[in-house]
């Protein structure tokens, strides 16, 4: 389960990034946006750092991180050891990277995907639990 969400996003994941954010509003989700505002070029990995800052001793804390593809945001994230961030295209892999990765950080891009598959994507992240067991062995050993 989660209890907060915590949003960030370079330039080019800002418009998809207000989409979601509108989305857990209207569904009373608890989530804190931590930038950027504009469309005015900023540098991802800084938006990914602020975003993993919040995570820190937190296990019910989770994320969603957004760029143009998702991939610079995604590096940049999983080189924080309590980040395992998982970029999706599709609600097949939001499902198994919540159930056998224990992702606590969707990554999107905002220039790869609609908005409707981006929403049915992060509804499966955040409704989808670990199902530790055989998977807790291996995620432990990343
Ligand atoms: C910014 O133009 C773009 O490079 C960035 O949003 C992202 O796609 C990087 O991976």
Known sequence: MYNKIFLSSDHGGFKLKEIVKGYLIKSFIDCEDLGCNSLEPVDYPDYAKLLSEKLKNNDKF?????????????????????????????????????????????????????????????????????????????????
């Open 62 to 142: 989770k994320g969603v991180l957004f760029c143009g593809t998702g991939i610079g945001i995604s590096m940049a994230a999983n080189r924080f050891s309590h980040i395992r961030a998982a970029l999706c295209t599709s609600v097949e892999m939001a499902s198994k990277s919540r159930k056998h990765n224990n992702a606590n950080v969707l990554v999107l891009g905002g220039r790869i995907l609609d908005d409707k598959l981006a929403l049915e994507i992060v509804k499966e992240f955040l409704h989808t639990e670990f199902e530790a067991g055989r998977h807790s062995l291996r995620v432990d050993k990343i």
